[in-house]
């Protein structure tokens, strides 16, 4: 008999069946996540846990780079944004510097937050559309 962990089973259960757009936003706060764990490594003066989780921040940046669909001129501009922020993660690494994660969290938490806004209007559009064809 396996002795599953059901948050373990709830959280692969919720990113199986979440769409592209509930996964964007997870990774937004997968990013803002480890990105505070790595600030508290700094300040717990653990390299190693730092250096993981910024890791993991620049991981998550990279698929949102790898991801982003170039027929859109806007594309271009979030490559940018986030070619800053892989740079900036890179120099908080090497220098274990707070400040830089505060700058870079400020930056993903912004970005999350105007993600959610653009799904929260999108489904309200949506539903304005079924009201009006019904």
Request: charged fraction near 30%; proline fraction near 2%; include cysteine.
């Amino acid at each position: 008999m396996t002795n599953r962990n059901p948050y373990a089973a709830y959280n692969n259960s919720k990113i199986m069946t979440a769409s592209p757009a509930e996964l964007t936003l997870m990774l937004y706060d997968g990013a803002i996540k480890f990105c505070n764990i790595a600030m508290a490594g700094i300040e717990e003066k653990d390299i190693e846990k730092a250096h993981n989780n910024i890791k993991k921040v620049e991981a998550i940046i990279g698929e949102f780079i790898a991801t982003l669909d170039h027929k859109y001129p806007v594309a271009k501009d979030f490559e940018n944004v986030y070619n800053y922020i892989q740079d900036r993660l890179v120099m908080a690494n090497i220098k274990k510097d707070k400040e830089i994660l505060e700058e870079v969290l400020g930056h993903l938490r912004t970005m999350r937050d105007t993600w959610k806004q653009v799904m929260e209007l999108s489904v309200r559009e949506n539903n304005a559309r079924k009201v009006l064809a019904s």
